[in-house]
C-alpha cells in the first residue's frame, strides 16, 4: 500500500474521535457476554482522543497508524470470528469497530440509500474532516425485540454495518431487511461488499426467497456467518499491513 497523504491522514483521526465520541455516547455499565482483548484504560476511563491522535499522527502512512493502534490499544494478532458476535456498543470493543469500517472502506462498499462510497460524499471526494461512520442494524432492533432475541445478540458486531448519513439510517430503521432491500432496490453485489453472507444476498433478486431468507427466524445462522466473514476479511487486512 502506499503512504498515506495529509489528506488521508486528517481523515483518519476525523475517523478515530468519530469513533471514540461514538462510543462515549453509547457505552453501557455491565459484564461483557464474551472474552474481549484487554484494553483496560478503554473500558474504564473514557476518552483519550488525544492519545489516537498522537499515535496516528507519528505514524508515516496509513498501514502503520493502523498496526500503531492496534498495538497500543493490545490488540490479538488475530482476530476470532467470536469477536464479532460482541456488541459494537462497549467502550473495549473499539477497535473492531475500527476494523469493520476499514474493510468495508477497502471493499469499496456504498451506502444502501445513496449509493454513495462509504467514507466519500456525493460528489466523489473523500470525506477528510468530520466524517462519523453511521452504524446500522442490519437486522432493526425492533423487530430482533418483539422476536424475544436478547440484547446481547441484537447489538452484535455482526448485525452492523456503516451508512455514509444519519438520515440514510433512519430511512432503514424500523424496516425488516427484505422490506427496506425491495424497497431501495439494493443488490446482490452491493450486500456482499458489506460482508453480508451469500445465503442471504444471493436472495435479493427473488420476492418470496428473499422474505424467507431474511426471517428473523434465521437471525442467529445471519450472525454466525457474518461473523466468520468479517474475522476472515478483518485478518487479510491486518495480515497485509505485516507484509507490506
Known amino acids: 500500500m502506499t503512504p498515506i497523504s495529509t ?4 481523515g ?11 462510543s462515549t455516547a453509547h457505552s453501557e455499565e455491565g459484564k461483557h457476554p464474551r472474552k474481549s ?11 483519550y482522543p488525544n492519545e489516537d491522535v498522537r499515535t496516528i499522527s507519528d505514524a508515516k502512512n496509513f498501514d502503520q497508524a493502523v498496526e500503531n493502534l492496534r498495538k497500543r490499544l493490545r490488540v490479538s494478532p488475530e482476530i476470532a470470528e ?16 475500527l476494523m469493520l469500517y476499514l474493510v468495508l472502506f477497502h471493499r469499496e462498499a456504498r451506502d444502501w440509500v445513496d449509493n454513495t462510497r462509504i467514507g466519500y460524499d456525493k460528489t466523489g471526494s473523500p470525506i477528510i474532516t468530520a466524517f462519523e461512520p453511521q452504524w446500522h442494524h442490519i437486522y ?14 441484537i447489538h452484535a ?32 453485489q452491493a450486500l456482499r461488499n458489506h460482508l453480508i453472507p ?11 426467497r428473499l422474505e424467507q431468507q431474511w426471517s428473523v ?3 442467529g445462522e445471519f450472525l454466525s456467518d457474518r461473523a466468520k466473514l468479517l474475522a476472515q476479511e478483518a485478518n487479510k487486512f491486518l495480515q497485509s499491513l505485516e507484509s507490506s
Open 7 to 10: 489528506l488521508w491522514l486528517k
Open 82 to 97: 467470536e469477536e464479532f458476535l460482541n456488541r459494537y456498543d462497549r467502550a473495549g470493543h473499539r477497535f473492531l469497530r
Open 198 to 208: 451469500e445465503s442471504f444476498a444471493g436472495a435479493a433478486n427473488d420476492k418470496t
Open 140 to 153: 432493526p432492533r425492533s423487530k430482533l425485540k418483539n422476536a424475544k432475541i436478547p440484547d446481547d445478540e
Open 217 to 219: 427466524e434465521r437471525y
Open 37 to 47: 482483548w484487554e484494553v483496560s484504560r478503554w473500558t474504564t476511563s473514557f476518552p
Open 12 to 22: 483518519i483521526i476525523s475517523l478515530s474521535l468519530a469513533l471514540t465520541v461514538t
Open 157 to 188: 458486531l455482526a448485525n452492523i454495518t456503516v451508512l455514509n448519513e444519519r438520515t440514510n439510517v433512519n430511512k432503514l430503521g424500523g424496516k425488516a431487511p427484505s422490506s427496506y432491500i425491495a424497497q431501495f432496490g439494493i443488490s446482490e
